[in-house]
């Protein structure tokens, strides 16, 4: 079965330092891969998604994420963050028709 | 402006009570999906729709029941048979291409 991991479940940044979230997943073929932001108490948005083509994707508010399958991964990055960008941050993975899966989580923290 | 309305925003259950949750979209999308978050645990698929008068069980379906007679609503009932309600629940909608546009989600508890 798919299954996504997001090793990291809290991280704290320094505003204006970069950030790389991580996203690891287990798949029988290449899926399409999301990213999506939750604020608190909030339904969630997507920042970018990567069906296939160029494996580097630009997203919304200066996020960019990094399809790399030779380790199964796709991470997300921005080099330089804003208190606003302080969330709860998903990684999700499907194929075709097939429902979503989404990882944990990762809570990001942005400190002054 | 286009988007998904999930009412009420918080939701409280007495012991043996079914409650409902209100998920409506103006997207023409005809998927439809209900999540449940708790912390830590990322989001898990109650059910899904992928059109109208045809639903299917996710990860978590028991204790729940959803309808689907309109294309623009897929309500959620959180039966007396779930022991452990109190989560974030999500509603979505999709046009087919797993992009899932998501509505602000209601808090249930427990009273």
């Known amino acids: 079965a798919q299954s996504v991991t997001q090793p990291d479940i809290h991280i704290t940044v320094s505003e204006g330092a970069s950030l790389e979230l991580r996203c690891n997943y287990s798949?029988?073929?290449?899926?399409?891969l999301f990213w999506y932001v939750q604020s608190p108490g909030q339904g969630l948005q997507l920042l970018l998604k990567?069906?296939?083509?160029?494996?580097l994707v630009q997203g919304i508010k200066g996020f960019e994420a990094e399809f790399k399958r030779s380790q199964s991964s796709f991470n997300l990055r921005k080099p330089s963050v804003h208190w606003s960008d302080a969330a709860e941050y998903f990684c999700?993975?499907?194929?075709?028709?097939?429902?979503?899966?989404f990882g944990t989580g990762t809570r990001l923290t942005i400190i002054p | 402006d286009g988007g998904i309305t999930q009412s009420p925003k918080y939701l409280f259950r007495k012991e043996g009570q079914n409650v409902t949750l209100s998920c409506e979209q103006n997207?023409?999308?005809?998927?439809m999906y209900w999540y449940r978050q708790d912390p830590g645990q990322g989001l898990r698929l109650i059910y899904y729709?992928?059109?109208?008068?045809?639903?299917q069980k996710g990860d978590i379906a028991e204790g729940y029941s959803v309808s689907r007679e309109k294309k623009e609503s897929f309500p959620l009932t959180v039966t007396s048979a779930q022991k452990n309600p109190t989560a974030f629940y999500l509603c979505?909608?999709?046009?087919?291409?797993?992009?899932?546009?998501f509505g602000s989600g209601t808090q249930l508890s427990v009273l």
């Open positions: 979505a909608s999709s046009s087919g291409d797993e992009k899932l546009f």
């Open positions: 798949y029988g073929a290449t899926p399409y």
């Open positions: 990567y069906f296939s083509g160029d494996t």
């Open positions: 999700a993975v499907g194929f075709g028709n097939e429902k979503l899966t």
């Open positions: 997207l023409n999308h005809d998927a």
């Open positions: 729709s992928q059109i109208v008068n045809d639903f």
